[in-house]
């Protein structure tokens, strides 16, 4: 059958898109509005943002999406501020607030101090606000139910926390992390450390394995182009290959 003069093609081409997300999309939407857009069968994502935060979202287009739990895998790098003297009840700005206590007698040796405890192999905690499971049941499912169950501790690794900026109640942070760490449940326990309480204020992020945001483009742009300027956006296959090996 053909196609309709007013209508674009099916787009045939496989391989991966690099995505600056931006606030207020979830990783779905992003997914949904390439897929629309473009007329693309099938399209995933390789790590879901929380839809307040910011930077590389890995799309996976045609036969690319059985790469997408491999790249799912690869460690990723943050930028983000941690605020002191506030908890909620999801760890970030976008939850009920639970907890304030005056941060001023924190100290910039105290907070250094207090990050360095988790860089390396430890254990976390995941927040109740996320996409765990447990008992077959997401946690934020659960949340909105009202409920608050016991989690246990996750194996995760923190290669790298630098703490780039102190400007009081604000914290800025680079974090290099494994998968499934989640950098709202770190900014948690360092306040908890710090006795004053944080939480996430903002996170963007800025790598994911072989791949950087820089080389990521806008939904602003992807709603300039054609299909043909979309495929020459996509990574080529040796990187995608390399990628997969890493």
């Keep these: 059958m053909e196609e309709r003069a007013d209508r674009k093609p099916r787009f045939e081409a496989s391989g991966i898109l690099l995505v600056d997300k931006p606030p207020e999309w979830t990783s779905h939407d992003v997914v949904a509005f390439v897929r629309k857009t473009f007329?693309?069968?099938?399209?995933?994502?390789?790590?879901?943002?929380?839809?307040?935060?910011?930077?590389?979202?890995?799309?996976?287009?045609?036969?690319?999406?059985?790469?997408?739990?491999?790249?799912?895998?690869?460690?990723?790098?943050?930028?983000?501020?941690?605020?002191?003297?506030?908890?909620?009840?999801?760890?970030?700005?976008?939850?009920?607030?639970?907890?304030?206590?005056?941060?001023?007698?924190?100290?910039?040796?105290?907070?250094?101090?207090?990050?360095?405890?988790?860089?390396?192999?430890?254990?976390?905690?995941?927040?109740?606000?996320?996409?765990?499971?447990?008992?077959?049941?997401?946690?934020?499912?659960?949340a909105r139910q009202g409920k608050t169950i016991e989690r246990e501790p996750v194996p995760i690794e923190i290669s790298s926390l630098e703490i780039t900026k102190i400007d009081l109640p604000d914290v800025y942070m680079t974090v290099a992390c494994s998968k499934g760490t989640y950098i709202r449940s770190l900014c948690f326990?360092?306040?908890?450390?710090?006795?004053?309480?944080?939480?996430?204020?903002?996170?963007?992020?800025?790598?994911?394995?072989?791949?950087?945001?820089?080389?990521?483009?806008?939904?602003?742009k992807l709603r300039e182009i054609d299909q043909k300027e979309l495929e020459s956006s996509m990574v080529d296959i040796q990187t995608m290959i390399a990628a997969v090996k890493q």
């Design 39 to 142: 007329r693309i069968e099938k399209v995933g994502h390789c790590g879901t943002l929380d839809p307040a935060a910011t930077g590389l979202l890995i799309l996976v287009l045609g036969k690319a999406t059985k790469f997408s739990q491999i790249l799912s895998g690869n460690d990723k790098t943050y930028e983000c501020v941690m605020r002191l003297g506030i908890e909620t009840d999801s760890y970030d700005m976008d939850g009920k607030v639970v907890y304030e206590k005056d941060y001023s007698a924190v100290t910039e040796k105290d907070i250094r101090a207090a990050a360095k405890k988790f860089t390396g192999k430890i254990m976390q905690i995941p927040p109740m606000v996320s996409a765990k499971k447990v008992g077959g049941k997401k946690l934020y499912e659960l």
């Design 189 to 220: 326990d360092i306040g908890n450390i710090l006795g004053c309480g944080g939480t996430l204020f903002s996170l963007r992020r800025t790598k994911s394995g072989l791949f950087c945001v820089d080389n990521a483009i806008t939904l602003e």
